[in-house]
């Protein structure tokens, strides 16, 4: 039995990977992440989470998880949110969230790699993993670590964003990875005084990438102040939208 | 005269270095550095960008520049912006502005250096460095390779933006490089249809951040439609406003 047990954990039961990835920074990866992983985590789907961000983790923040890591056998758990969802992130090991990891590339591809193969992940039905903007170490680390991941791509519609979420398509499908999809975030806004319904972030970004790039629209969401706010005070599974759900569909 | 030249070149005159750095992606770094970088030649000094972000680079189609880095004696010769800003970045190099550079750690510092040292900057008053998100490579060896560069920090008054802020600019007093205080980029915005004005990002980050960390606000950028379609179109030179003349003041 603790031989069964032990193998067990060396290829843990992940149903799937599924890595959230932009290339852009701020366009909203980790609140997108953070809302998928509530979002089927509600569904009765088991769940984890990887900040693979290791320099600028949001993760625990936006998720509320505050608990220290701690080790059993040798392997990291992960502390759960409030919803039971697994929470591994490089801010777990930190005494102060705002205290610097200023690490080169070679020590958060092992950082990264520490978080998949030295945690107990259990049995999930997904493992989401939050990349980092930009197309270096981490992303690169995580495709060629774990290869049958997935990726979904988060934009907004300027094009200047597109055009480096375009590099990260790019750069996913050199690497053999498979992209799903795109993920809008962060079009339309509603003015808060007159309900008027305004493009805060417009272009043609995102129609140019999926008619270019031949990728399905998975979800579009909508500037939402009470995402900003939720996410600021780490409750953002209490969030519910019509987008969220059919995105998780 | 060719010696002077010469070693006039290996000790290139630049009066201030300024890097811009936010640790978070998406508050606005590049936007920031591309006003300011328009004031200050609006205002007769000349000005250099060098875009740090090596596979995220948004300086070139911000400023408009899409011409070829040409070699002149082995240097890199930096096109210039329609203002004369001159602009040196990854994506001046490349034949698409989309093809994504799929780099390690120790070829972006390469990158950065090459940038530095091989380029033919001239005589500038300010020399601009435009920083990725986090705290590994690129901040890193900017402020090994040119210690006396003083830090401005962009960031947007949500407490995600300014807890990951806060590890830029713990990183940066580390490395004991002079941080020169904070630009509050997006908070506010107005409706386009009743012109009331809302929060658009909010939160107590900044104030936080200014009053535990000792650092000035240089400058607050209210959101405006008009910065993010420029900078789709490369025309944020044309950009003016009160909030821009005051930051560069
Ligand atoms: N749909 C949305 N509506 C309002 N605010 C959002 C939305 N998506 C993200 N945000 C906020 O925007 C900021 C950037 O999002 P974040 O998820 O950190 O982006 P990234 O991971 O791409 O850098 C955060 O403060 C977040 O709360
Ligand atoms: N004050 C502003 N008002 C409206 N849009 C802005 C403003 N500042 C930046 N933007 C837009 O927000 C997006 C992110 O800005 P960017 O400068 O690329 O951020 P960063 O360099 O921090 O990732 C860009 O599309 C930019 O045009
Ligand atoms: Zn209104």
Redesign the pocket.
Known sequence: AALESQTKEIKPKIGAFLAVM?G?????????TALLAAGLQRKGFKVGILDA?ITGP?IPR?MGVSGRITLENGKMVPPLSAGGIRVISANLLLDREDYALVWRGPMISNAIRQFWENTFWGKLDYLLL?LP?GTSDAPLTIMQMLPDTDVLI?TSPQVLASMIVRKAINMARRVGARVMGVVE??GTAVCPRCGETFELFRGEGTESILRDLGLPLLGK?????R??DL??IGAIETYESEAVETMVA
Chains 1, 2 share one sequence.
């Open positions: 932009s852009k920074g701020g366009v909203g990866k980790s609140s997108v961000d949001s936006i939050d903007p988060v975030n962060m969401i909508p500037y939402d102040q995402i900003s996410c600021d």
